[in-house]
Structures are given as structure tokens and as C-alpha cells.
């Protein structure tokens, strides 16, 4: 057939044929879904193993949760190479903004030193509306001689007295040095409620 190398949208006319995904190249691998898991029931933990791997040096999470108790606090958990949860050496600090009207808010910083997981600092709301969104960032958790690093944000609602919107940020290390394979994420009170989502993502650096 023809080789068009210029053409303007309005000569476009009609349906477009399919294009065969096995037909493309040059589209880059190095940003790739690893695994989403969708809760088909309420349950006080979720775990996604065997995501991290060699082929990927960082790792972005999307959590997005409703909770059924009003003192419910994600928290993770990494699991090391044998699957088993590392419940020590949690260092992090963390940051919280917070707005409950149009005149009043606030905000307050707390860090944690040998802890036994990493959480989020706030208790989220019990709702079947407000869904809260935890997106974590995980660096080089595979590569045996390194610290697991991690940093993300939070936005969730806390319906505790009158009721706050809350932003908070986060950063530390899980800091014994050794292979990670994967992650918990659990609760300290209630359940996660059922469609809460959980997907991974790894990025390559070469």
C-alpha cells in the first residue's frame, strides 16, 4: 500500500480498520501493570506476592479503599524472599494537613523509629462513599544488598467528631537490607470493604 507520511485529520473519514497490537513497535515496556487484585468480599488484609522481581527497579501501588470501622489504619507489610512479613525496622516520618470547613483546618507531623510496619497515620472513615486513595512509590525492594525505601500520599476522610479531609505524606525505609518479593496490606480495626482495589506497577531504569 501507499506510505502516508502526512495527512490531516479532516481527509479521515469513516471507520478505521482494527489494528493488531501484535502489529506494534516501538512502544515502551519499561511502565507496566504487574497485578491488580479487586476484593470480592470485606477482609482485614490483602497480599500481593511475588510482584516484585529483577526485571523492575522501583514500584508504584494504587490502593484504593473504603473501610467499615472508624479506627480502620492501613498498614503494610513487606514480605522478604521466603514470604515471610517483616514486622521490624520500619523508620519513617510522616505529615498530615487536614480541613474540616471553609475557616478551620490544620496539621501535624509524626515520625515512628523501629516500628513494626508502615501506616497511615489517620484513621479513615466508616463508608460506603468516601473512598480513600493510597498511593505508595517503592524503591528497589528486589536487590538483596539494599534497604526498601518507600515514600507516597494519602487522601482520605476521617469521620471522627466533625468530620476531616485529610492530605497526608510519608517517606522512610524498611531498613534490613534483603530481598523483598512482595507486600501485605492489612488493617489495625475492621475490614477493607468489598471492590477495594489494590493494583501494582513496575518501572524499569534502562
Known sequence: GANLTSLDASDLTG???AISGASL??????????LTTTMGADA??????????????????????LGD???????LRFL??????????YYYASWAGNRSSSSSGGGNECSYWDNDCWRVQQAFA???????SWLINIIDPFTS???TGFHGECQLYDASGAG???WVRQAGWSQTAGTDRGFKLYTSAGNFRQNSVVSVYGTKYS
Not at 25 to 34: A, K, P
Not at 69 to 75: I, L, N
Request: hydrophobic share 30%; net charge negative.
Open 15 to 17: 471507520a478505521l480498520p
Open 25 to 34: 513497535t516501538g512502544i515502551s515496556s519499561d511502565y507496566v501493570r504487574i
Open 44 to 65: 482485614t488484609s490483602v497480599t500481593m506476592d511475588n510482584v516484585f522481581s529483577a526485571t523492575y527497579l522501583s514500584y508504584f501501588v494504587e490502593f484504593q479503599v
Open 69 to 75: 470501622s472508624s479506627s480502620m489504619q492501613p498498614r
Open 80 to 89: 522478604d524472599s521466603g514470604g515471610s512479613e517483616r514486622t521490624t525496622a
Open 126 to 132: 466508616d463508608s460506603t462513599s468516601n473512598k480513600a
Open 145 to 147: 544488598t539494599f534497604t
Open 164 to 166: 476531616l479531609f485529610y
